[in-house]
């Protein structure tokens, strides 16, 4: 079975050019059911997958006979969890796989959860190999806190997974559940706390598994001796150095171990002893010191240590300390960079405190504010008051994770950053498509594409732009409905562009149904 990229690669200018056709806003709802009907596969997947679609395709996609075009629709980023529910039932499992799957997207965040209907239904029928790892972000916040005490058993079991985290009141009732997979599950997951059962499964040589249980898993002292004494592996003793049941004598040796990685895994424990921070605080490997510069305990005389550190990386690290008083913060000598990347920041699963997000948002320092303005839920004052920071970061952050940005600060944000997930400010909701055609001949491709998005550009500009050197600003331009008649014609016999101008919306749809009807058999 070929891979869409394959299809898509395999695709003749004719195809690609009904492909266009299916993606154009233009096309009348009877050509795009003919499309759906005649045309070839590479133009279905495009039809599918790549737009939003009236009511009427939706229907005979859902009824369409060919599974591999059904298939493209249960993976459409455009339409809504809804519709893509209907192929829920849908008899062939590459069908079912996809909507399992997920949408065609590049972030998780991207993905609006399925009806939790839906996804029980699938919990319940699907076989396992269909609900992989992309399933779970189609499944709602309030399913997934529900699941531990659903009333369906499959579901209570996927609820088991976080066992951690669950109240001891749930954790009890899933080991008596009524159900013998769900009893055995719960058990198994409370085993995995039981340090003489980590060590009877204990793997003795170095492995996933191995890593697994001594990263994470309750370690019996048997267990941590026989990492001091006799490792399997030259990782074993940062592997342990985290584990949340490691005793306090070893947390204490190893705070002084000859391997400053593992005194690096020590410094970030929470449970660390006074005379254990003070060595770390003390210690000759920076980047030990930059991490015990985060402890939440650090007394006054070490944050003061830490502060005068030869190295600006520390100093910066204790900056942020919140202990230190504003006043305090401004005295200690360090740089923040504005060079970085500032991107998509997921939801935390607390909220924080809003006084404390406020008093981040109104610090002197950047790296607080940055923080701050990650929060979804600032207020407006906040909001108007880090979209106008001075520091390029806060701006762009607050641009990426704002659910509302301002329209002005996603145009400065593009126009300045240039780091990972610049793309992404073109999504956000809001971003001007009003007085982008002064950008058309900045010396950045990117900015120049931006006078694409503005339907004033001069016919002139877009035709030259159809030239542009860079491939991504001549597709933008010959989409756009300003490009003039004859050069819109050339176009769609381009080998390079032809899809993109039979998506222009600027074909009048007698030229459309002329494309479609030279290029597909007789019905």
């Given at each position: ?35 759906l ?23 005979a ?7 591999y ?5 249960a ?26 799957e ?62 951690s ?5 749930t ?63 030259p990782?074993?003793?940062?592997m ?12 204490a ?35 030990v010191?930059?991490?015990?510069a985060?402890?939440?305990?650090l ?9 005068a ?55 002197g ?40 940005p ?28 009003e ?6 001949d ?43 008649g ?27 149904r ?9 019905r």
């Open positions: 079975m070929r891979t869409p990229d394959e299809i898509w690669a395999a695709a003749d200018l004719p195809t690609r050019r009904l492909a266009g056709l299916a993606l154009n806003p233009s096309t009348p709802i009877d050509l795009l059911l003919r499309l009907a005649d045309a070839p596969l590479a133009v279905r997947m495009v039809l599918c997958r790549d737009r939003v679609l009236p009511d009427a395709v939706v229907d996609v859902v009824e369409h006979p060919d599974a075009t059904r298939s493209f629709f993976r459409n980023p455009h339409a809504d969890p809804r519709t893509r529910a209907r192929l829920l039932t849908d008899p062939d499992w590459i069908v079912r796989g996809h909507l399992a997920g949408p065609r997207v590049t972030r998780p965040d991207d993905v609006a959860p399925l009806p939790d209907d839906a996804v029980v239904h699938m919990i319940t029928t699907y076989e396992n190999e269909l609900l992989g790892g992309s399933f779970y972000r189609q499944i709602s916040a309030g399913l997934q806190r529900a699941m531990p005490t659903h009333p369906v058993a499959k579901v209570r079991l996927w609820g088991t997974g976080p066992w985290s669950l109240p001891a009141r954790r009890a009732a899933l080991l008596a559940d009524p159900d013998d997979e769900v009893r055995e599950r719960a058990e198994r997951n409370a085993r995995e706390e039981d340090p003489a059962w980590v060590e009877s499964v204990l793997p003795p040589h170095s492995c996933h598994g191995r890593t697994d249980a001594l990263l994470h898993r309750a370690l019996s002292r048997a267990v941590v001796d026989g990492v001091l004494t006799a490792p399997a592996g990782d074993d003793r940062w342990i150095a985290r584990n949340p049941s490691l005793p306090p004598d070893v947390v040796l190893l705070s002084g171990d000859a391997d400053p990685e593992v005194r690096r895994e020590v410094a970030s424990r929470r449970d660390l002893g006074s005379a254990e921070r003070r060595a770390l605080v003390e210690d000759p490997d920076p980047a010191r930059r991490t015990i985060r402890h939440p305990d007394g006054p005389d070490e944050r003061a240590a830490l502060a550190d030869a190295d600006p990386r520390v100093r910066l690290s204790v900056s942020v300390h919140p202990a230190w008083s504003e006043r305090e913060r401004s005295a200690i000598d360090y740089q923040v960079s504005q060079h970085g990347d500032f991107g998509f920041h997921p939801c935390s699963a607390a909220p924080r405190d809003a006084e404390a997000v406020r008093r981040d948002a109104l610090s320092h950047p790296l607080l504010r940055r923080a701050a303005a990650k929060e979804r839920t600032l207020p407006s004052d906040l909001v108007a008051l880090l979209a106008a920071d001075d520091d390029l970061g806060v701006r762009v952050l607050l641009a990426q994770n704002h659910p509302n301002p329209a002005g600060l996603l145009l400065r944000c593009f126009l300045e950053y240039t780091g990972d997930e610049r793309e992404r400010l073109l999504t956000r909701p809001g971003f001007p498509s007085g982008l055609a002064v950008h058309a900045d010396a950045d491709p990117a900015v120049r594409r931006l006078a694409a998005r503005d339907r004033e550009t001069a016919a002139h500009t877009v035709e030259r732009l159809t030239r542009d050197p860079d491939p991504a600003v001549r597709a933008a331009f010959a989409r756009h409905p300003n490009l003039p004859p050069r819109l014609t050339q176009l769609l016999d381009d080998e390079e562009l032809v899809h993109h101008a039979a998506a222009n919306p600027a074909l009048a749809v007698s030229a459309i002329a494309l479609v009807t030279s290029s597909l058999p007789l």
